[in-house]
């Protein structure tokens, strides 16, 4: 069979939320009509949640069968060192219709103690949001262990949390340890560590179809909490054309941002895979050997043995991300 490798595309792996709507449908053509349709998994190795490649001829393979059997070429020599089978990202798309939960995510080493599991810190870039739409992130000002348990036992923990108007292109990261939760009207991608683990602090007393709450993680969400952290979840960013603007640089993942009016020849010198997230306009991808196009709300994989290429466009936006 050919050994080379080429962009990557995957199968959607798509998860109807209590909170979810029809935007991912509706703006994306993601291919569910399901009213309540909340998040597109785009690029996953969770387990039971493995990404299928869509495009050229591994279509049909899974994400963990090309780590297995190209190793750097896929991930890049660093990563491969330091991951090994596990792939390191988890990349989707969201589609809040209603308020997420009030949550947070553990660190690597409590994850990995609780769970066997890696922790999730993760970022966000709006790419639409409706009128009045908002974002929770962090608190109103510094709080300690006992005060939030005070305001927690009270029912009043909404009071001190900080509340962001948001509008497309805003960005958040959100480091594990950071309380959070996407407000309705809000449209956005999703960059993080492979990861599944949630714990919910407070759901608005919401109940499902049946009538049940869903299950709250107070008793070990606690010991998860960072109440040390500086705010500094907003990220701040260049946007010039046809240039690669830096917006997170952190231990588990580099994300730039790249608005395109014209052509930028690109070299991967990171020694990694990189994965491009179409936000706006349609964008493509020029290689020695194929030539793809990734529209709004679509992401494309290229493997680490990919070191040349163009990115080309009349005013496509892309969020580009490596590790």
Known sequence: MNNSLYPLKFEPILKDKIWGGEKLHQLFNKASKSKKLGESWEISAVPDNISVVSNGILKGQS?????LRFK?????????KQFGEEFPLLIKFIDAKENLSIQLHPNDALAKERHNASGKTEM????QADDEAKIIVGFKEKVDREIYLRHLEDKTLTDILNVDDVKEGDAYFIESGRVHAIGAGVLLAEIQQTSDVTYRVYDWDRVDSNGNKRELHNDIAIDA???EMDDNFRICYHTNKNRTNEMVICPFFTTNYIDLDSEIKKQNSYDSFIIYMCVDGDVEIITNTSNDIIVVGETILIPASIKEFTLKSTGGKLLEVYV
Do not use: T
């Open 63 to 67: 994400l963990q069968d090309l780590v």
């Open 72 to 80: 750097s070429k896929l991930l890049g020599e660093k990563n491969w």
């Open 124 to 127: 966000w870039y709006v790419m």
């Open 225 to 227: 909490f960072d109440f």
